[in-house]
């Protein structure tokens, strides 16, 4: 009768602790990550699309990573992401949005526009 009961026991203690382990394992796959790549030398709309950016993903907790891709320490994760030039990039390690357009189109004329499409991007990568 105790060895049934020690290996009950045993038992529902590796279900919870396997449980536990694939919770973790599924936040870290569904972290969500923004990336800004610009160059060195930069215009009054690439430092807005930065700017109205980071303000939009401030609200939701998200910090935005700001890289110059003229450096080569930048250049792995920017190709891991898709990024060839000068991109806005929100991530959750398997799918990426690419707000690029909309960041350089809305950023100056329209900065809520921008934040609006970078929330409903924010929003499908996390319930992926």
Not at 29 to 46: G, L
Not at 59 to 82: C, F, H, P, R, W
Not at 107 to 116: I, Q, T, V, W
Request: include cysteine.
């Amino acid at each position: 009768m105790k060895t049934v009961f020690l290996s009950l026991l045993l038992m529902v203690g590796v279900s919870c602790f396997a449980q536990t382990e694939t919770s973790a394992e599924k936040q870290e796959d569904s972290k969500i990550e923004a990336f800004y790549f610009h160059n060195t030398r930069r215009c009054e709309t690439c430092k807005a699309v930065e700017n109205v950016s980071s303000e939009a993903l401030k609200t939701m907790q998200i910090q935005l990573k700001s890289l110059n891709i003229d450096k080569d320490e930048n250049m792995a994760i920017a190709e891991k992401v898709g990024a060839g030039g000068q991109a806005l990039i929100i991530t959750n390690g398997k799918k990426n949005i690419d707000l690029t357009n909309k960041g350089f189109m809305y950023a100056r004329s329209n900065p809520d526009k921008l934040k609006a499409a970078i929330e409903k991007a924010v929003k499908e990568l996390d319930n992926e």
